[in-house]
């Protein structure tokens, strides 16, 4: 498609605290008419997103936004254009929505939406924010198998609901056993359980989904058969790699000095912007953080964080 016929929009999640989200209807006259999208609107020349969302949001919904989080892109091929969609996460704002251009919208929430048709580019979309902001990383092997499980069940009823399964150091059997709880101990809470190793081994333990190190992403040869995939990367060649991938999230940094790694010094919040910076998936920072730094986290570009230490104390 010819480069200039580019289109660069900002798309906006307006986030009530209850968890639902602000779809509007395309009005008559404009391409799509009566499909659904997140309200946004085209990035005039030389204008910063920011800036253009805080525009479009105003002149489209009559509302002033106070907090917005720069989120994923993704670049969509339509009939009369190709469209680059900067979506942010709008977390509080002034005035309520209100119809300036003659559209409907609606509050909706995941799983069930109540609306149709979606805009195509939305899919992917929806799917991401459906991912929870905090994922626990397990720590069993260093704390004692049932003094974790005392402390994932606390976590569970606090509201985690995404848990990844890392214990290097466990035998496989005794490892496979664990996991397995792990899973039984998750699903029942509804959270989603991601092992650190192979495909096979996510699926033996009845896993929703395969984490794989840098190391083994990079010598990946395809996405996994075990629904969620993410990685961990540490710079542009294995993130590159990770969306060639078609990866549902990635793990970067880390951000902080940690134990984990002794002696290296973390990333930084600048170094992690920059690689979180225009990417089509949810990034999780990690890397010394709790809870307390995901606000920090989410203004550096990332989706959440991850954490070993930091996240069994986590309050929804």
């Not at 660069?8 to 989200?21: H, K, L, N, Q, Y």
């Not at 994923?72 to 704002?93: K, M, P």
């Not at 920059?274 to 990034?283: F, I, S």
């Amino acid at each position: 498609m010819n480069a200039a016929r580019r289109v660069e929009v900002v798309a906006a999640v307006i986030e009530r605290p209850d968890g639902s989200f602000l779809l509007a209807q395309r009005p008559a006259g404009k391409v799509y008419a009566g499909w659904w999208e997140f309200p946004g609107g085209k990035v005039e020349t030389g204008e910063p997103l920011q800036a253009a969302l805080a525009r479009e949001l105003h002149e489209e919904l009559g509302i002033d936004v106070e907090e917005a989080y720069p989120w994923i892109t993704r670049t969509h091929d339509y009939e009369h254009a190709q469209v680059r969609l900067n979506f942010f996460r709008v977390t509080r704002w002034r005035g309520e929505p209100q119809s300036r251009e003659g559209q409907e919208f609606a509050w909706q929430r995941l799983p069930d939406l109540t609306v149709d048709p979606i805009l195509p580019a939305n899919g992917p979309i929806l799917r991401a924010l459906g991912m929870p902001l905090v994922m626990g990383i397990t720590q069993a092997a260093d704390v004692g198998i049932e003094a974790f499980l005392t402390r994932f069940d606390r976590a569970l009823a606090n509201g985690l609901r995404l848990v990844q399964v890392r214990e290097p150091a466990m035998p496989e059997t005794e490892r496979l056993a664990f996991t397995r709880t792990i899973v039984e101990r998750a699903h029942t809470a509804g959270c989603r359980v991601v092992v650190n190793g192979t495909d096979d081994f996510a699926q033996s333990s009845a896993a929703d989904g395969l984490h794989v190190s840098a190391t083994r992403l990079m010598a990946s040869s395809g996405r996994p058969r075990t629904g969620l995939f993410g990685a961990s990367c540490h710079d542009e060649t294995e993130i590159a790699y990770a969306v060639a991938l078609e990866a549902d999230y990635v793990v970067v940094g880390p951000v902080k000095p940690t134990p984990t790694h002794p002696g290296a010094g973390g990333i930084g919040w600048s170094r992690l912007n920059e690689l979180a910076g225009g990417l089509p998936m949810p990034v999780f920072a990690i890397g010394g953080l709790s809870v307390d730094d995901l606000p920090t986290a989410r203004r550096a570009g990332a989706h959440g964080i991850a954490a070993i230490r930091g996240a069994w104390g986590f309050k929804t």
